[in-house]
């Protein structure tokens, strides 16, 4: 079964704490993001990456790290240098042409 | 002026009616164009994409584009009420990345 998943569905940590979301795509696809959603706002890119071992800043990276050692996984780290990091984080994947998105991950920070 | 522009809404539509969304950008070098369907509280899924200018038809979605005016459009024909979601156009600005606009939501009414 192709897809995107992300994991866990709902997380809660503490203020100070880092915590990392996973992101796991079996769509052989090279290119994969991380977004983050808040109410009422559009899809702000946090990083992407276009091949294993490499990686882009998007609009929003400040307080946020990634790792691509493998194709199939993109995992994002919040650190706790993020000063708002309550919010709806989606990591996509794209082929040659579209991208799909994952279930999504909310993170809940108190 | 943003790069991705869309009605916030809400757009209410009879059930059977058609609904008609809308989206201007403004980078006349965007060559791909999308749209999503996002239920409330749940991630982004891909519905349509349309390359070339004209008019592309899957089932009871249209979507058209119009390079010259820098505007591209979905049509709903037959709305039901699960219908009913925030709709995103995003806009391949350059080959690795999409631009979201922040979504028009659509209501449908019985």
């Known amino acids: 079964d192709g897809g995107i998943t992300q994991s866990p569905k709902y997380l809660f940590r503490k203020e100070g704490q880092n915590v990392t979301l996973s992101c796991e795509q079996n769509?052989?696809?090279?290119?994969m993001y991380w977004y983050r959603q808040d109410p009422g706002q559009g899809l702000r890119l946090i990083y992407y990456?276009?091949?294993?071992?490499?990686?882009q800043k998007g609009d929003i990276a400040e307080g946020y790290s990634v790792s691509r050692e493998k194709k199939e996984s993109f995992p994002l780290t919040v650190t706790s240098a993020q000063k708002n990091p309550t919010a709806f984080y989606l990591c996509a994947s794209k082929g040659a042409y579209e991208q799909y998105f994952g279930p999504g991950t909310r993170l809940t920070v108190t | 002026q943003k790069e991705v522009e869309q009605n916030s809404g809400p757009l209410s539509v009879p059930e059977g009616a058609i609904a008609s969304l809308n989206c201007t950008y403004s980078d006349r070098g965007s060559q791909s164009f999308f749209w999503y369907r996002q239920y409330s509280g749940k991630s982004p899924e891909l519905i349509m994409s349309?390359?070339?200018?004209g008019d592309k038809e899957d089932g009871r979605f249209t979507a058209q584009l119009n390079k010259a005016s820098q505007y591209v459009s979905l049509l709903i024909r037959d709305s039901q009420p699960s219908d009913s979601a925030t709709y995103l156009c995003a806009v391949n600005i350059r080959t690795d990345k999409l631009i979201f606009g922040t979504g028009t939501r659509l209501q449908v009414f019985p």
């Open positions: 349309i390359y070339s200018n």
């Open positions: 990456s276009q091949i294993v071992n490499d990686f």
């Open positions: 769509l052989n696809h090279d290119a």
